[in-house]
């Protein structure tokens, strides 16, 4: 009998994809400022638990830079790459994951083993760069509070579309303390802070239903 995915989040296995967090999109998105502030914060707990960051950015001559909150908390050397292909596993992408080292006991999977995705739309981009993810083996877990679309029930659709297609539905607060384990981590104060921050955050208005 197969072991079933339990969708556990180690540091030393996983990575952070922000997708199309960009400006052009900043008066477009259903609640883009709560995107926004989930990437940034999330990007702040990679940065503190060592977790490697990717960014993308669709066609960004036309649609503009990752959003000054984003890039300005991006470590030095985070790759931000540029493309037009709807998914974020491009070539570059691609590349960039399997040059990732392998911390575990078991190498014999994907590099890392899980990948959290955010940003938009949920019903385009994110969604084609999850099952790109799946199909090369990855684990993701989709940070749907970092997660929208222009209009609300495609964001809905996109994700229940991605739950059945195996991807784990959480959200950053959930992320952030499975990926401590315990509170006596070393950095447990500073992803307490973090998630304080998302916490005074308004959630999404918007209704759930398609």
């Not at 684990?139 to 659709?157: K, Y």
Request: overall charge neutral; some cysteine; charged content about 20%.
């Amino acid at each position: 009998m197969a072991s079933r995915a339990l969708g556990r989040l180690r540091p030393s296995t996983t990575a952070l994809f922000v997708c199309d967090v960009q400006e052009k999109f900043r008066p477009l998105i259903a609640g883009f400022p709560i995107v926004i502030d989930t990437a940034r914060r999330m990007v702040q707990a990679a940065n503190v638990l060592d977790i490697p960051v990717m960014v993308t950015e669709q066609y960004p001559k036309a649609l503009g830079s990752t959003v000054s909150e984003v890039a300005n908390v991006l470590p030095p050397a985070c790759p931000v790459v540029a493309k037009t292909l709807f998914s974020m596993c491009t070539p570059d992408v691609d590349a960039w994951l399997k040059s990732k080292p392998d911390v575990r006991q078991d190498c014999t999977g994907p590099r890392p083993a899980q990948v959290m995705l955010l940003g938009i739309e949920a019903h385009v981009c994110v969604f084609q760069t999850s099952l790109d993810l799946l199909e090369r083996g990855y684990e993701v877990h989709l940070l749907a509070d970092g997660i929208s679309s222009s209009r609300p029930h495609h964001r809905v659709a996109g994700l229940q579309r991605l739950a059945q297609a195996g991807s784990f539905v959480s959200n950053s607060e959930m992320a952030m303390f499975q990926l401590m384990g315990d509170s006596k981590h070393p950095h447990f104060k500073e992803i307490s802070a973090l998630v304080k921050e998302g916490q005074l955050v308004e959630a999404f208005q918007f209704t759930s239903a398609l």
